[in-house]
């Protein structure tokens, strides 16, 4: 503080050089908005993950849906519609969905399968072929799998996609309203662009509903197909909700600091300029802490994530905590023309203490955020911390120098004349809250002592003169610290009861409170992605819609090891116990001549029973034409697979970039992980392979990878947790030097924090991924209020003022940060982020409730410690 007024150009230099430093640097600044950015690097799931990345070919499909009520008609619709997309020396769309030139892949499908698999289909035509003699009778009808579902097996079983054997063109559901073609970019999309693609695909389909007099619906994931374009919808949501919060911290403010310097300087000239002037240093500090965060955090190469993007609006809520503080007290404490110096030392003992207190106990409560293995947090707890300390620093260095030229410029300069023509700027009765209190020190000589602490009353309480202070000193006629305002010893009890009662009960329902592992409804919502999604799920059967977690292994021979240990460990028990498939390019591609020769004689075999003499199919005699010209086709092979010449789409999953083969194992669960707690089984089942020689390898999937995070974030929490109460505990008991009022603070906080879960308990709340975050932060922020409260009734009770002159002064501001801090996330609950908005929820409510049950405990130690000395003073000498 005396640096701000002694050296007010240095300080306004130093931090204008930090804000260009920072805002140079903050192009530099790392962002990972994927899961990965919540793990270490050193995870074996994310090292496995990037290995991947790096090898595999990655080309997100685009899905195009159409809706209608005929379906015939809207098959010739998709077809006049995204046929022509994918022709031309530059296509937009490239698919072999789309595209038929790809006859090769089919004639060669049968040879991607197994042994195994071809002499099940051998088996299955034999058997079909028995059954279509009239005189047969099956013995065993279910000892055999029927025909056409291995057709249908031949048809969709793939390699990581339905891409192998002979895939429909489209998909469609059974009733045949819905019908789903899906596409990777072409080289026209690539360069025009997703908005021009679909806006030429709209007016196309307007005019092709128009010509035919159709009624076909066409839903895409154009917009959100690349990771990118994701990613960036995402943060445009979150995005929105800073700016929410932000505004509603800014509004909040501006009211506050009108209703305030309208209650404290109401009769000085100017009053509304000092209003403006006050309020552009406040947001300025503000706005100048998230720069500088930013900057330090570019400039120490941390990576902000998943849940460092909500900070922005928090952190503007919580910062104007102590730009709050400071401007309440000052502006409480300010006489016009009296000694900055002595105004400063008033400031510092009255509010800087308090202030200190609680960024310490705060950054406590936050180290288990910090110390985190899970990046999450760390990253949250890091800047949330590098925030405050910003902040704090700021507030008594830039801000304070701001202040007092604010004031220095709309204060006459001091003199007896000066006092006597503004002692009535602040009526006595608007500033209970002086250094020494008008009712009189305790003192055993009332005497002298009562004439002093008169004078020193009218030299620290703006607008009250000496006389008016002897006055109102010689009429107060009860005894220091015993009067009207001690309650009864049977109020004191309700009280006590009440708040245990309060406390328990908050404490059995917060215990109610389940964790929940799904991600499915957390997930951003938009009305597209709804649309797109929900019918997509309609058409997707189920081999395709179940993703499998994959492994890459650095050679061949090493894969075929592998595969033989998967195979093993399943059979044993031992793990893969949950695996219905595993595919791999060792069961794929012939290994050598001799398993190249034993396939071609089942598909001989096959189509000997396919066929007649003449060559006629004797099965799929309803598929059309092309495709039964397709299934002829499959069973002409005499060689091998050339690997030069498979489609795109093919190549793109089975080698890299530069044409190796990718030797990856990829495992099928036996149902669909449809949410993460049937992750966390498949996890322990099926994550990790441990070879005879020790070798460990790691597969990798998006289920794996949520999984993985949960399972750290349900360690970690725990520990979290107990290190956030073990260090607000320490932090109050160094702020306070008492055991006693140490635990009270505590309580009143933790009580608060529990009262938070009850009420919201009964309305289904839940703790997950995103809003566990809120915990820490909850006790680090709600004991911030706390121990203002705390210091401001021991700060009365030093000088025998009542419980009202505390509601009067400090009650309010701690009420104005509250919200300001609430605030803060305010926006959050206002965006299509299902998770981000629990987590506001949980913040907005946890800081009301904690703000509430500390007022009431704070109040309740007030009584009990008046009521302690009462006894005291009235007990005989």
């Keep these: 503080m005396l640096l701000a007024h002694h050296r007010p150009v240095a300080v306004v230099g130093f931090w204008v050089l930090m804000a260009l430093v920072s805002l140079a640097l903050l192009p530099r600044i790392n962002y990972d908005n994927s899961l990965?950015?919540?793990?270490?690097?050193?995870?074996?799931l994310v090292v496995s993950a990037r290995s991947l990345e790096g090898r595999v070919q990655s080309a997100m499909s685009l899905g195009f849906i159409f809706e209608g009520e005929d379906f015939p008609?809207?098959?010739?619709?998709?077809?006049?519609?995204?046929?022509?997309?994918a022709r031309g020396p530059e296509p937009w769309l490239a698919s072999i969905e789309l595209d038929n030139r790809a006859p090769y892949l089919y004639r060669k499908a049968l040879l991607m399968l197994t042994s195994a698999e071809l002499e099940m289909l051998v088996e299955?035509?034999?058997q079909e072929l028995l059954r279509q003699n009239p005189f047969y009778f099956d013995i065993e009808p279910d000892s055999s799998a029927n025909l056409s579902e291995m057709?249908?097996?031949?048809?969709?079983?793939?390699?990581?996609?339905?891409?192998?054997?002979l895939p429909p063109r489209y998909r469609t559901t059974p009733d045949g309203s819905v019908l789903v073609a899906e596409a990777f970019a072409g080289p026209a999309l690539r360069s025009q662009g997703e908005q021009a693609m679909l806006a030429m695909i709209e007016a196309r389909l307007d005019s092709i509903n128009t010509a035919n007099g159709t009624r076909v619906e066409l839903y895409s994931n154009l917009g959100n197909w690349q990771p990118s374009s994701q990613i960036a919808a995402v943060n445009r949501i979150v995005l929105r909700g800073s700016q929410i919060s932000m505004l509603a911290v800014v509004l909040l403010l501006g009211f506050y600091l009108r209703f305030l310097v309208r209650q404290r300087l109401h009769a000085l000239p100017g009053r509304k300029r000092w209003m403006f002037r006050l309020f552009g240093a406040i947001i300025a500090t503000l706005f100048?802490?998230?720069?500088?965060?930013m900057g330090m955090a570019s400039a120490s190469g941390w990576t902000l994530n998943l849940f460092s993007v909500p900070l922005l609006g928090i952190m503007l809520g919580v910062n104007a905590d102590y730009l709050i503080h400071l401007v309440s007290s000052r502006l409480e404490l300010y006489r016009p023309g009296a000694n900055p110096i002595m105004m400063i030392a008033r400031l510092s003992a009255k509010t800087g203490k308090g202030m200190a207190f609680s960024l310490w106990t705060t950054g406590f409560a936050m180290l288990?955020?910090?110390?985190?293995?899970?990046?999450?947090?760390?990253?949250f707890g890091g800047l949330f911390l590098m925030a405050l300390t910003i902040n704090y620093v700021l507030t008594f260095t830039l801000f304070m120098a701001w202040v007092n030229r604010i004031i220095a410029r709309g204060t006459p300069a001091f003199s007896s004349e000066t006092e006597t023509r503004h002692h009535s700027y602040v009526p006595v009765d608007e500033i209970p809250n002086a250094e020494a209190s008008i009712s009189g020190q305790r003192a055993s000589n009332a005497g002298a002592e009562g004439a002093a602490a008169s004078h020193q009353s009218a030299e620290t309480e703006p607008g009250l003169t000496l006389q008016t202070a002897q006055a109102r000193n010689s009429t107060d006629t009860r005894s220091p610290g015993v009067g009207r305002h001690y309650p009864t010893t049977a109020r004191i009890r309700w009280q006590l009861v009440f708040l245990l009662l309060v406390l328990a009960g908050s404490l059995w329902s917060a215990s109610q409170v389940t964790f929940t592992y799904s991600l499915v409804d957390l997930e951003p919502r938009h009305q597209l992605s709804d649309a797109f999604a929900s019918r997509y799920s309609q058409a997707v059967n189920f081999l395709d819609a179940v993703e499998p977690s994959v492994l890459l292994l650095p050679d061949l021979e090493t894969a075929r090891l592998a595969l033989q240990e998967i195979e093993s460990q399943r059979d044993s028990g031992q793990a893969f116990t949950r695996i219905h498939r595993i595919e791999s390019l060792v069961h794929r591609i012939p290994a050598n001549s001799n398993e190249l020769a034993e396939r071609l004689t089942l598909i001989r075999?096959?189509?000997?029973?396919w066929t007649d003499d003449a060559g006629a199919l004797r099965f799929a005699t309803d598929w059309p034409a092309a495709e039964q010209e397709i299934l002829r086709q499959s069973l002409r092979v005499d060689d091998g697979i050339v690997t030069d010449s498979l489609p795109y789409r093919f190549r793109q999953l089975l080698y890299d970039s530069s044409g190796n083969p990718l030797n990856l194992i990829a495992l099928y669960p036996d149902n669909p992980i449809l949410d993460t707690p049937d992750a966390l089984e498949f996890r322990a089942d099926a994550s990790r392979l441990v070879m005879?020689?020790?070798?460990?390898?790691?597969?990798?999937?998006?289920?794996?990878?949520?999984?993985?995070?949960?399972?750290?974030l349900r360690d970690e929490i725990p520990a979290i947790l107990g290190l956030a109460i073990l260090g607000m505990f320490i932090g109050t008991w160094m702020a306070f030097g008492q055991l006693s009022t140490a635990l009270w603070t505590s309580l009143a906080t933790l009580g608060g924090f529990a009262l938070t879960f009850a009420l919201l308990q009964p309305f289904g709340f839940q703790l997950h991924l995103y809003n566990v975050v809120a915990m820490p932060l909850l006790i680090g922020i709600g004991i911030d209020s706390t121990i203002h409260l705390m210091h401001a009734a021991e700060y009365a009770l030093q000088r025998g003022q009542s419980w009202r002159e505390v509601s009067r002064t400090t009650m309010l501001y701690v009420f104005a940060a509250s919200l300001t801090t609430a605030m803060g996330f305010f926006g959050f609950l206002w965006i299509d982020y299902p998770g981000i908005q629990d987590l506001a929820l949980l913040a907005v409510s946890g800081t009301v409730c904690i703000l509430l049950f500390s007022t009431a405990s704070v109040y309740t130690w007030f009584v009990v410690q008046q009521h302690r000395r009462k006894r005291v003073d009235s007990s005989p000498v």
Excluded: C, K, R
């Design 36 to 44: 990965y950015g919540l793990l270490s690097d050193e995870e074996p």
């Design 73 to 85: 008609v809207m098959l010739d619709v998709a077809d006049s519609l995204l046929a022509p997309l």
């Design 124 to 126: 299955a035509s034999e």
């Design 151 to 165: 057709l249908q097996f031949t048809s969709v079983h793939a390699w990581l996609e339905h891409a192998i054997g």
């Design 288 to 293: 100048l802490t998230l720069l500088v965060t």
């Design 368 to 379: 288990g955020l910090i110390f985190s293995g899970f990046l999450g947090f760390q990253s």
């Design 605 to 609: 075999a096959l189509e000997n029973v």
């Design 692 to 712: 005879e020689d020790g070798t460990e390898y790691h597969f990798v999937s998006t289920y794996l990878l949520s999984s993985q995070v949960l399972a750290l």
